[in-house]
Protein backbone atom coordinates (compact mmCIF):
# COMPACT_ATOMS: atom_id res chain seq x y z
CA UNK A 1 0.00 0.00 0.00
CA UNK A 2 2.90 2.27 0.31
CA UNK A 3 1.67 3.34 -3.20
CA UNK A 4 -1.71 4.52 -2.30
CA UNK A 5 -3.16 1.92 -4.66
CA UNK A 6 -5.06 1.01 -1.16
CA UNK A 7 -6.76 4.21 -0.98
CA UNK A 8 -7.40 4.40 -4.91
CA UNK A 9 -4.77 7.52 -4.69
CA UNK A 10 -6.21 9.34 -1.82
CA UNK A 11 -4.91 10.60 1.71
CA UNK A 12 -5.69 8.75 4.57
CA UNK A 13 -7.97 10.83 6.43
CA UNK A 14 -11.36 8.36 7.74
CA UNK A 15 -14.41 10.09 7.67
CA UNK A 16 -16.07 12.21 10.82
CA UNK A 17 -19.13 11.22 10.61
CA UNK A 18 -19.69 8.48 13.85
CA UNK A 19 -18.81 4.98 13.13
CA UNK A 20 -18.17 5.61 9.50
CA UNK A 21 -14.99 3.51 8.56
CA UNK A 22 -15.22 5.14 5.04
CA UNK A 23 -11.74 7.19 3.78
CA UNK A 24 -12.72 11.00 4.04
CA UNK A 25 -13.59 12.68 0.64
CA UNK A 26 -14.12 16.25 1.62
CA UNK A 27 -13.14 18.69 4.53
CA UNK A 28 -16.48 21.27 5.77
CA UNK A 29 -14.20 24.12 6.07
CA UNK A 30 -16.39 25.41 8.95
CA UNK A 31 -15.59 23.27 11.08
CA UNK A 32 -12.84 21.20 10.02
CA UNK A 33 -13.80 17.55 10.02
CA UNK A 34 -13.48 15.60 7.59
CA UNK A 35 -16.11 13.95 5.49
CA UNK A 36 -16.90 10.57 2.82
CA UNK A 37 -18.97 11.55 -0.19
CA UNK A 38 -21.62 8.53 1.04
CA UNK A 39 -22.09 10.17 4.50
CA UNK A 40 -21.62 14.01 3.52
CA UNK A 41 -24.37 13.51 0.63
CA UNK A 42 -27.05 11.47 3.27
CA UNK A 43 -26.36 14.81 5.83
CA UNK A 44 -27.68 16.84 2.38
CA UNK A 45 -30.31 14.83 1.35
CA UNK A 46 -31.96 14.75 5.15
CA UNK A 47 -31.13 18.96 4.96
CA UNK A 48 -29.24 17.78 8.76
CA UNK A 49 -26.60 20.54 8.35
CA UNK A 50 -24.95 20.07 5.11
CA UNK A 51 -22.24 21.37 4.26
CA UNK A 52 -21.91 24.50 1.80
CA UNK A 53 -18.50 25.74 2.80
CA UNK A 54 -15.92 22.86 1.54
CA UNK A 55 -12.70 21.73 0.20
CA UNK A 56 -12.94 17.89 -1.91
CA UNK A 57 -9.67 16.03 -1.87
CA UNK A 58 -8.12 14.53 -4.85
CA UNK A 59 -9.59 17.09 -7.47
CA UNK A 60 -13.00 15.43 -6.76
CA UNK A 61 -16.39 17.61 -7.96
CA UNK A 62 -18.67 15.00 -7.10
CA UNK A 63 -19.91 16.60 -3.38
CA UNK A 64 -20.20 19.87 -5.80
CA UNK A 65 -22.55 18.26 -8.24
CA UNK A 66 -24.45 16.50 -5.47
CA UNK A 67 -25.18 20.29 -3.44
CA UNK A 68 -25.80 21.85 -7.31
CA UNK A 69 -28.51 18.93 -7.81
CA UNK A 70 -30.53 18.75 -4.57
CA UNK A 71 -34.30 19.54 -4.27
CA UNK A 72 -35.44 23.12 -2.71
CA UNK A 73 -37.23 22.00 0.22
CA UNK A 74 -39.42 24.79 2.57
CA UNK A 75 -39.04 28.38 2.18
CA UNK A 76 -35.32 28.79 2.56
CA UNK A 77 -34.93 25.13 1.48
CA UNK A 78 -34.82 23.32 5.22
CA UNK A 79 -37.34 21.66 7.44
CA UNK A 80 -38.15 24.04 10.69
CA UNK A 81 -38.65 27.00 8.39
CA UNK A 82 -41.94 28.51 8.50
CA UNK A 83 -43.43 27.15 4.89
CA UNK A 84 -45.05 30.00 2.76
CA UNK A 85 -48.47 29.20 3.29
CA UNK A 86 -47.68 29.72 7.34
CA UNK A 87 -45.73 33.28 7.00
CA UNK A 88 -47.64 35.89 9.03
CA UNK A 89 -49.38 33.92 11.05
Known sequence: ????????GKHRRMC????CQRYANLRDLDTGKDFCLTCA???LQAADDP?????EFDGST?????????????L???PGTIPPDDVGR
Open 1 to 8: MGTGQGTR
Open 16 to 19: KWGG
Open 41 to 43: VAM
Open 51 to 55: IVNFR
Open 62 to 74: AYAEALRNRPILG
Open 76 to 78: FGW
